[in-house]
């Protein structure tokens, strides 16, 4: 997120660590802001006071070669420009399954929704930053003035609704997408640490074999495979 006042890339977007720690090093910058909105008014813990910060997705530079698009999972933290060095951990082992499972659940149903080059694809980058957040800071699915990501009446209405439209429907059962997902983590984890470090990343990619069946794909498949039982039973 960038703070609007600021000619530094802040992006209070959070993304995830994973379980095992790589091998060797992965450098991580961010050169873009993607697909988002300013929020006009926030309150986020990287300082104690509401500011215009912008929410959306980013495009990183992994190792200097690999272009992805993340979202950000540490309101606590700002990116940087230029190489980071990252490790990689699991969603589960840095926020506990109960909050993993909303994620994946809010990736499932909205994240297709938040790649749409338009302006609705635009602020539903910025809800899901925000309930994003909110999932992993609060944890309590509803986005308003309390806790420690914190709307108020200045905030984009447009935005905030469209977050807890997103949060009211995390109801356990996941939606028709599914990802892997890569959580690229620096300094401190979820804003708790001995180490300052600059933002989190959750990057995903779509699982193999998620596609459901068209309805005539599936009839074809059933007919083929009849067809051929049928032909069996002629032969014996």
């Not at 000619?7 to 450098?27: D, E, R």
């Not at 070669?65 to 999972?73: D, G, I, K, M, R």
């Not at 082992?93 to 994620?103: A, E, H, R, Y």
């Amino acid at each position: 997120m960038t703070h609007i006042f600021s000619k530094t890339l802040l992006a209070s977007l959070l993304c995830m660590a994973a379980v095992s720690v790589s091998a060797a090093p992965i450098l991580v910058k961010t050169v873009e802001q993607t697909n988002g909105r300013l929020t006009n008014s926030l309150t986020l813990p990287i300082q104690s006071g509401a500011a215009n910060y912008w929410a959306g997705s980013l495009t990183l530079v992994i190792d200097d070669v690999h272009s992805v698009l993340a979202f950000c999972s540490d309101p606590w933290e700002t990116t940087s420009n230029i190489n980071q060095v990252y490790d990689t951990s699991s969603l589960d082992s840095v926020f506990g399954s109960t909050k993993s499972n909303f994620i994946r659940e809010l990736y499932s149903e909205f994240y297709e929704s938040t790649l749409e080059k338009t302006v609705a694809g635009s602020y539903a980058a910025a809800g899901f930053q925000l309930a994003l957040w909110e999932i992993i800071a609060d944890g309590d699915l509803v986005l308003d003035g309390t806790g420690l990501v914190r709307s108020n009446a200045l905030t984009n209405p447009i935005i905030v609704g469209i977050a807890n439209n997103m949060l009211s429907q995390l109801d356990g059962i996941l939606g028709g997408e599914l990802y892997d997902f890569t959580f690229y983590t620096n300094g401190m984890v979820n804003g708790q640490g001995d180490i300052e470090g600059y933002q989190d990343f959750l990057v995903v990619s779509k699982k193999p074999n998620n596609e459901v069946p068209e309805p005539a794909s599936t009839l074809l498949l059933v007919t083929a495979l009849g067809g051929g039982l049928l032909l069996r039973r002629r032969q014996k």
